[in-house]
């Protein structure tokens, strides 16, 4: 079951080694600053550790768009508590952390996926995925129809985390307390 809904992009993130991983030295070169948000909260980060782990900020700060030369970005759209969780897995390289950030809110862990597939992180889809499908082992409760709308407005077709999602609901729920409004998805 678990290799049915590892990120497509897996092999992106497998081709990453630690090796390639930039040294202390290299991430004290630049720093940039991420808005998020409506209210612009601010995010001062490595420039280099971005640039490493995706390939959406690999284009923003090293390609020829403005951004590379002002070392800011916009994310207007996205949660700011999601980025700090983001922030956090940049940092530390896990997101084992994330069950518990996200534990009240299980909507944070579907927006978390969101926000990695939008900035082209696929180990974060697929650790996310995994604490999906953690608590879903230990049945708690985690889709909602509010949640799955929100993946599935938010992800494409044939999405991971999709698939991953109507399978624990459908797993999970009783029949008859489905919405209406869910059975039209």
């Not at 530390?92 to 299980?106: C, E, K, Y």
């Not at 180990?123 to 995994?130: G, P």
């Amino acid at each position: 079951m678990k290799r049915k809904y590892e990120s497509m992009a897996t092999a992106d993130s497998a081709k990453l080694k630690a090796e390639d991983t930039p040294s202390l030295h290299e991430l004290h070169k630049s720093m940039v600053t991420v808005h998020v948000g409506e209210q612009r909260h601010q995010f001062l980060i490595h420039r280099e550790l971005l640039c490493h782990h995706s390939s959406f900020f690999r284009a923003t700060f090293q390609g020829s768009f403005s951004e590379a030369a002002s070392g800011n970005v916009e994310l207007p759209d996205d949660d700011v508590d999601v980025f700090k969780i983001f922030e956090s897995w940049l940092y530390t390289g896990s997101v084992g952390l994330m069950n518990n950030v996200a534990g009240q809110q299980p909507s944070k862990l579907v927006k978390l996926y969101i926000l990695a597939d939008k900035i082209e992180i696929p180990a974060i889809q697929k650790e996310t995925l995994d604490v999906i499908r953690e608590r879903a082992v230990q049945n708690l409760d985690l889709c909602d129809p509010d949640t799955i709308h929100l993946a599935f407005e938010n992800t494409p077709p044939g999405s991971s985390l999709r698939r991953l999602l109507v399978d624990v609901f459908a797993y999970n729920a009783n029949p008859e307390s489905w919405q209406e409004d869910f059975l039209q998805l």
